[in-house]
């Protein structure tokens, strides 16, 4: 593989991204930076393909990402990331549009069986027996120039995975699981995911409680917060911590002059522009009424309801060792505990090939079809007898000097009748 010298020049890159689009697939990893500011700040971009690889400096004076991301956004060549939900977030932010097509080979690893989070590291082993130097994962991407560590560590993150990208997918058709792969990929590539609603950004915090004077405070503080975030590119906390909305909204000030008072800020806050816009958010607050949460309806056995939820849980690490496949992959927990509480219906677990490797055995087992037993030294799922009630008689009927199955299948003995008194002699 070719790895060139970073890429610097639009024109430079407009002549690789030429190249990638005859390419089967591109990889494509970032670095970035987020500490000090409310949008991660791009520093790198790297791409591979099986033929050559290169890394991208955005922050190149008069460099143009354009042609970079009209690639990404080329139905015609498929993207391949490993744990690429923050290199989507930045994409997102970049042009208002997801990578597609899109494939996650930390997501891929779930249904080879290789783990629910695995890193980057460990399936670089896996696949071809390598380590990777890691050590210059925490460096600071957005200083000038990178050094050659830097580099040579960045492009790793997309060489690395060209190779092992085929492997994968070569598992993946053998195995018949590309399909499986669906649902988790829509849900990486939905744009709800990405999307920043300021509305929303209260539901962020701890809610003290269900007032809808104190509620719809706290949504009018957390926007005013988000919008200014945002506008200054500074994180959340250095507007306002958390507990500074939650005292506002709890004891709200009357006049701006009284900001002084709230732990949290200085005594500028009585006078300045950001101060006055809080108390503009103030005075603009609406009650905010929350609808009741409607509830499933649930069975009579729902007390015992988390007990079942923890068979389920069971059941589900031996399916899944059974099937070489990550548990999440086929359900998550909210499942088994809406399973557990009588949810039949709008269940992923109960469908497709979920259904077929583990949702039947789960309806079997709540419904008491079957039940766990040891085997030979192994937990192994067996079917499961008779109701109780099927073979035990009342207390009533069954004597209590007897066990109950003894009692089921022999009739009590019935006592003989005394004999007649003898009349008495005249």
Not at 6 to 19: C, G, H, W
Not at 193 to 204: E, L, M, T, V
Not at 377 to 406: C, I, K, Q, Y
Request: with cysteine; hydrophobic share 45%; aromatic share 6%.
């Amino acid at each position: 593989m070719h790895i060139h010298p970073p890429i610097t020049q639009t024109a430079a890159l407009a002549d690789l991204v030429n190249r990638l689009r005859q390419a089967d697939f591109v990889c494509v990893d970032t670095e970035f930076i987020r500490e000090n500011s409310y949008w991660p700040e791009l520093c790198l971009v790297q791409v591979a393909s099986t033929a050559e690889a290169a890394a991208i400096d955005p922050l190149a004076p008069g460099l143009d990402l354009r042609p970079f991301l009209d690639l990404l956004l080329d139905e015609n060549v498929l993207k391949v990331m490993h744990a690429g939900s923050q290199d989507l977030e930045i994409f997102w932010n970049l042009c208002g549009k997801l990578p597609s097509p899109f494939f996650d080979t930390q997501v891929a690893a779930m249904a080879l069986g290789l783990g629910e989070q695995v890193s980057y590291q460990h399936l670089v082993a896996h696949f071809t027996g390598h380590g990777i130097d890691k050590g210059a994962r925490f460096t600071d991407w957005a200083r000038r120039p990178l050094t050659e560590r830097q580099l040579l560590y960045a492009i790793g993150d997309v060489t690395h995975l060209a190779q092992i990208f085929p492997k994968m997918l070569d598992r993946l058709r053998a195995t018949g699981r590309g399909s499986w792969l669906d649902e988790e990929m829509a849900r990486l590539t939905d744009p709800a995911a990405y999307r920043i609603d300021p509305d929303q950004a209260w539901q962020r915090l701890r809610i003290p409680g269900r007032k809808p004077e104190l509620l719809g405070r706290l949504q009018a503080l957390a926007r005013w917060r988000e919008l200014e975030a945002m506008d200054k590119n500074v994180p959340r906390g250095r507007i306002a911590k958390d507990e500074t909305l939650l005292d506002i909204a709890a004891h709200p000030p009357r006049v701006q002059s009284e900001l002084s008072r709230v732990r949290g800020l200085s005594a500028a806050w009585e006078t300045n522009a950001i101060g006055s816009r809080l108390m503009a958010a103030l005075a603009a607050a609406q009650p905010l009424h929350l609808e009741p949460q409607a509830r499933e309806p649930r069975p009579a056995s729902a007390p015992g309801s988390a007990l079942v939820a923890d068979l389920l849980k069971l059941l589900l690490k031996l399916r899944a060792k059974d099937v070489g496949v990550a548990p999440r992959l086929i359900a998550r927990t909210e499942e088994l505990e809406a399973l557990a509480a009588g949810v039949r219906e709008g269940l992923l677990l109960l469908s497709g090939w979920r259904r077929e490797i583990f949702g039947e055995d789960a309806l079997a087992l709540v419904e008491g079809r079957v039940g766990f037993s040891i085997v030979n030294g192994e937990l192994r799922m067996v079917p499961a007898g008779p109701p109780p009630s099927a073979t035990r008689e009342s207390p009533a009927a069954a004597p209590e000097d007897r066990p109950a199955a003894e009692a089921a299948v022999k009739p009590p003995r019935r006592r003989k009748a005394p004999p007649p008194a003898r009349q008495a002699e005249a």
